[in-house]
């Protein structure tokens, strides 16, 4: 292998988690490798330390030349907090018991990053599904402030009212707080994306944050060792009291459980005035616990706003013990875990310790409790996430007629576990748990395992069933599907890919015509040089890479890339999207508030020098109407036109999508139309109203029902009114067809315009789909045809130009291979080989691609068969056989001569992958980010050995 002189071998053992073992690895892809000599290499045995460019055959003849660079800067965030919304508490009249007997639909989770950045992850299994291969993915992505963190995340119920006790609430009724460590709380307005308002602790730092069970108070922990109570009840969010002052800070809250209104006088205020049920329903908040920096717990009366009593925890040699978790139990009990390792339960009443357990190695960070209460998860820097489970006992007679009788029942520590590789800072777990007394304790169904997740440090989620061995009488579900088995033990844990770009996108993008990569990071932009590919040759089954000539001389400019743009930009948010022209003489690149637009000059070195156009934010604000400065022009989403003249862009907080003009040196850009489709509840096109969605967690399609019939030219924005006010959308998906006449556009509410860039009006409509749009793109050798990709990696085929899904795609897409529908991590994108078919005929050949796997998909090929996955067989030992397609489709005349069936070939030892895009005819780029690269640039992991282990 060639390297040059900066570079250097790491021969040093790296610790590898995915299979546990250690390796040696060289110094890869820090730049692109040449091989010194000739060298065999077969297409299905590549390993990690490849050449950048190299020959895979696609399993049909197709040979594509692939460049796989690791040479990109990206590097993920680290993962702060995760939470799940609260379900309400349940009516004090009736039935005590708040049994939930039907099944709960999956609640939102919000991840908390180290840049600032919260993703709302929605749940892509249907209603009538018990499982969902996907488990949750990224809908929404809240940019933070520019140099800003989340610590503590926290769900609330906008109007608790509203809703049942067994009732998910949904995305309107939530509210969303969130504190980063200064002195400010946040709440977030989750259909803008933006903060809605903050308030100071007047305590100094906020060192955590906890709601009350009833949603109408947030409790602050303050630096100042006190503990401010908001009101936030009615949507509001005011100072209400202070609580007594301890000299300590305050590192975690817990309410104790609430207690219902006094029932005699609830009933004499019944006699006297009917409309008193809303009392009934009223509950009251009694006390509320904190972990302090000072080797104690301690307990406030929420009454007398006074600290009642002090729990003193362990000390070592003579330094304070930081109490960083705590959590309460219906009963009463608290639970606690120290910056010793120890997890240590209490006695609320008596404030006396019950229990200790030394479970960890170092710091305890986190902790929560299953639905029921019967678990406790707790985890830390040690990366173990350990279970404690209360079990019953057995006791004699003797120990029976004792006076200092224990409880037959006590906690035991059942199981650890180590599923990150580095510092866990946040767990949480669906269904959420509610503190409430034993006469009101719920029981949630026993058929579905509840789902733990958690968060840290190696910026991977991980989502683990959470289910008991007791609740193994009965079949219990595996909501994830990775297995039979569904208890925390012994079930197999899901790692959510985490994504470069917000709304689960990529923060990469290509231009083609320049072979250019541009990469997006919190605050600046990188652009490398892709050079051309060097001759190769094939023989038979195996592929001849020829990069002799190349490797004798040392000059790093020789290798397969190089910089040639690195910049750093003064904003006010994370950026949120970027785009370069085909051309590669544009780039535009926004955070949420305001819109950057550069032309790019080369120079005689072929670096790149970016001028930015001053006027643009100008422009832009004149087309929305308003010339003040006050009105934000940023963008959530960019495309550029093929041909490098035009600019699509869409605005975050008016959800407009401008056409502009990119003019030439001497002209200014220009808008040429604003529409405004995606604000519009109902829209009207030609002589029909599509009704939308009344909200952002609505599931109704429009009505499409003469989609097909309609053949007439639709309107332009004077005929796109809608009947209703105005909505709050973000639109997360563009694409321009090959010929630059069509443009597509998808938000987050799963509705999909498509628009006529040659006449500049709006064309039709799609209906809306049941989960996000996770990829948009049309297919080269048919302009006019529409690829949609899914998050629950299902694929909608839609012809734009005849207004209708062509009935060729209707067998594909009803037959796709359970393998391919059932990947654990959904599709990010999907490409098409630019490459005209040899034959002269419609080749359709796709390229879906996820962050673990890449898929081929012959379009227009028969499905009957096996359908290309050959390992998964099933019991009898048959191969699993679709049916055959209908008389007429495309690949009919090839089945019935004893072809077809081998579609949708895939391939996984790319991962993790962050853009898998054509660059040119037959040349595929694949950027890859790997997980041993950014864990290098880590602090080392936490690691104590112990005496005589090998």
């Known amino acids: ?81 995760l939470a799940f919304p609260p379900l309400p508490l349940p009516s004090v009249k009736g039935k005590k018991k708040a049994s939930i007997k039907k099944k709960l639909k999956f609640g939102i989770l919000a991840i908390g990053r180290a840049n600032g950045n919260i993703e709302l992850c929605e749940w892509t299994g249907h209603d009538h599904q018990n499982s969902a291969p996907q488990a949750w993915v990224v809908k929404k992505t809240l940019s933070g402030p520019y140099m800003s963190k989340v610590d503590s995340l926290a769900f609330t119920i906008k109007y608790p009212d509203n809703i049942t006790s067994d009732e998910v609430p949904s995305w309107s009724n939530l509210r969303l707080f969130s504190a980063g460590g200064g002195s400010e709380l946040a709440e977030w307005d989750i259909e803008k994306g933006t903060i809605r308002r903050t308030i100071p602790s007047q305590g100094g730092s906020i060192w955590s944050i906890a709601p009350n069970p009833a949603s109408s108070i947030l409790a602050l922990g303050c630096e100042d060792g006190s503990i401010r109570l908001l009101s936030i009840e009615y949507d509001t969010l005011v100072n209400a009291r202070r609580l007594d002052r301890a000299k ?91 910056s010793l390792g120890t997890v240590k339960f209490w006695d609320s009443r008596t404030c006396t310790q019950l229990q200790s357990f030394q479970a960890h190695g170092a710091d305890v ?49 059942t199981t650890s576990r180590r599923l990150h590789s580095h510092d866990v800072r946040a767990l949480a777990i669906w269904p959420p748990y509610t503190p409430l007394p034993p006469a009101y304790k719920r029981k949630f169904p026993l058929d579905v395992a509840p789902l733990l997740a958690s968060g840290g440090l190696d910026m991977n989620v991980v989502i683990a069933p959470a289910a008991l061995p007791a609740s193994t009488v009965a079949k219990v579900i595996n909501p994830l599907g990775t297995s039979t088995v569904s208890t925390f033990e012994d079930a197999y844990h899901r790692r959510l890919a985490y994504s470069s770009g917000s709304f689960n996108g990529s923060a990469l993008s290509i231009a083609k015509g320049s072979r250019l990569l541009l990469c997006m990071r919190n605050a600046g932009l990188s652009v490398w040089k892709i050079k051309e590919k060097r001759k190769q040759t094939s023989e038979g089954d195996e592929m001849l890479v020829d990069e002799e000539s190349q490797a004798q001389e040392p000059n790093p400019q020789d290798g397969g890339w190089e910089r040639v743009l690195d910049m750093d930009l003064n904003v006010h948010t994370n950026l949120v999207a970027s785009a370069i022209s085909d051309d590669g003489k544009w780039i535009a690149v926004s955070d949420w508030y305001e819109t950057k637009l550069f032309r790019l000059e080369r120079l005689e070195n072929g670096n790149l020098k970016p ?114 006010e105005q909505i709050t959308v973000t639109v997360t998906r563009m694409a321009v067809s090959p010929d630059g006449q069509w443009l597509a556009t998808a938000d987050d509410r799963s509705r999909t315009h498509i628009f006529n860039l040659d006449s500049i009006q709006h064309h039709c409509v799609l209906p809306s789909f049941p989960q996000p749009i996770h990829a948009l793109t049309f297919d080269p050798s048919s302009p006019s045809t529409l690829i949609l990709a899914l998050a629950n990696n299902t694929l909608q085929i839609y012809d734009v130009e005849s207004r209708q899904f062509p009935a060729w795609s209707k067998h594909l897409l009803n037959s796709l291979p359970p393998r391919f529908t059932q990947l654990h991590d959904p599709v990010i994108g999907v490409t098409f080989d630019p490459e005209p078919p040899a034959s002269g005929g419609t080749r359709k050949m796709a390229l879906f691609w996820g962050a673990t796997w890449v898929c081929k998909v ?93």
């Open 858 to 950: 012959q379009m227009d090929a028969a499905v009957w068969g096996y359908g290309g996955f050959e390992k998964k067989r099933r019991r009898d030992g048959k191969k699993y056989s679709l049916p055959p397609p209908p008389p007429g489709t495309p690949g009919y005349e090839e089945v019935k001569k004893g072809g077809g069936g081998k579609n949708f070939k895939l391939i996984t030892h790319y991962r993790p992958i962050l853009l898998a895009e054509f660059i040119g005819a037959g040349e595929l780029v694949i950027v890859e980010r790997p997980l041993v690269d950014v864990l290098a640039k880590l602090p080392p992991a936490f690691f104590k050995p112990k005496y005589g282990a090998s």
């Open 1 to 81: 292998m060639w390297r040059t002189r900066s570079q250097k071998v790491s021969r040093r053992p790296q610790y590898s988690f995915y299979s546990n073992q250690f390796l040696v690895r060289d110094s890869y892809f820090k730049r692109s490798l040449v091989p010194t000599r000739k060298r065999r290499v077969k297409p299905h045995r590549l390993k990690q330390n490849t050449p950048s460019k190299l020959l895979v055959t696609m399993g049909d003849g197709t040979t594509l030349s692939v460049h796989r660079c690791r040479f990109v800067d990206f590097s993920p965030s680290a993962v702060t907090a």
């Open 611 to 724: 001028k930015r156009i001053r006027d643009f934010t100008s422009i832009v604000q004149a087309s929305l109407g308003q010339a003040s400065k006050a009105v934000p022009t940023g963008a959530s989403s960019f495309i550029f036109t093929p041909d490098s003249t035009k600019l699509v862009m869409s605005m975050t907080m008016s959800g407009y999508i401008l056409v502009i003009d990119l003019g030439t040196a001497d002209n200014k850009p220009r808008v040429l139309r604003r529409f405004e489709q995606h604000r519009m509840q109902n829209i009207i096109v030609g002589n029909r109203v599509v009704k939308g969605r009344k909200s952002i967690e609505a599931s109704v399609d429009v009505e499409m029902s003469d989609v097909d019939g309609e053949k007439d030219g639709s309107g332009s924005d004077e005929s796109s009114e809608g009947e209703d």
């Open 365 to 413: 960070l986190c902790l929560t409790i299953s639905p029921e209460g019967n678990a406790i998860y707790t985890s830390g820097v040690d990366q173990k996430v350990v279970q404690f489970t209360f079990v019953k006992t057995s006791q004699s007679a003797e120990a029976q007629s004792s006076l200092l009788t224990r409880s037959p029942s006590r906690w035991v520590q």
């Open 248 to 338: 300590s800070r305050i590192l975690s809250l817990a309410w104790g459980p609430p207690i219902p209104r006094n029932a005699s006088k609830q009933k004499k205020a019944a006699k006297d005035d009917d409309s008193s049920d809303e009392e009934e329903d009223e509950w009251s908040d009694s006390w509320i616990v904190a972990g302090c920096s000072d080797s104690n717990l301690r307990k406030w009366d929420i009454a007398s706003g006074r600290w009642q009593e002090k729990m003193g925890t362990d000390k070592q040699r003579g330094e304070r013990t930081l109490v960083w978790a705590v959590g309460v139990l219906g009963d009463g009990t608290i639970v606690s875990g120290d």
